[in-house]
């Protein structure tokens, strides 16, 4: 496991050149293939079910390229044993309170140290907001922002953007 994260972490750019903009990378998903034909992107895609989407996000080109050679790199049974640990790790919350336990404390010695561990009402309401949050979103927009005051802030926002363009434009030096 240790070697095929050591390896993916060779392909993924430098923390510097990670801004939104150059990683927002478009790809009509029949184009993948082409991108890294060492890869089944036509199996992954229908297994991830992302079928019907006419495009992917390859947010960093130069390791799509390589993923597939990298794939070919290790045996299956340590690609068995690396999604299944990915698997037990992200399921760790859901699971009993001794394997979330055991995940921190793995976590918290080696892996990512990240302060205390949170209750387990603070975890419960960060699980929720991140399975629901949108939906709930939603349903508080609908209910509590009606369409016209939408567009009284897009109005907002223009004239905040076009204020600092102005500023910006303005600076001497």
């Known amino acids: 496991m240790f070697a095929i994260e050591a390896r993916l972490a060779e392909l993924h750019w430098p923390a510097e050149d990670r801004d939104m903009k150059k ?12 991108l890294a034909p060492d890869f089944a992107w036509p199996r992954y895609i229908d297994a991830a079910g992302l079928g019907a989407r006419p495009e992917l996000m390859a947010a960093q080109p ?25 698997a037990l790790n992200e399921a760790s919350p ?13 976590m918290q ?3 990512r140290p990240r302060g205390t561990r949170r209750r387990s009402g603070k975890r419960a309401v960060r699980a929720i907001d991140a399975l629901a949050g949108e939906a709930v979103g939603q349903v508080y927009v609908e209910r509590y922002f009606p369409a016209d005051h939408k567009q009284a802030m897009l109005e907002l926002v ?3 953007l076009e204020a600092f363009r102005a500023g910006i434009t303005e600076l001497s030096g």
Request: hydrophobic share 45%; charged share 20%; net charge neutral.
């Open 62 to 86: 130069s390791y799509v390229k390589q993923i597939g050679a990298i794939v070919g790199e290790f045996p299956l049974a340590a690609w068995k044993d690396y999604l299944r640990y990915h």
């Open 158 to 160: 223009g004239n905040l």
């Open 109 to 111: 010695r080696g892996v």
């Open 23 to 34: 990683l927002y990378n478009m790809v009509p998903a029949a184009q993948l293939a082409s």
């Open 94 to 106: 859901w699971l009993s309170s001794e394997f979330e336990r055991a995940n921190f404390e793995f």
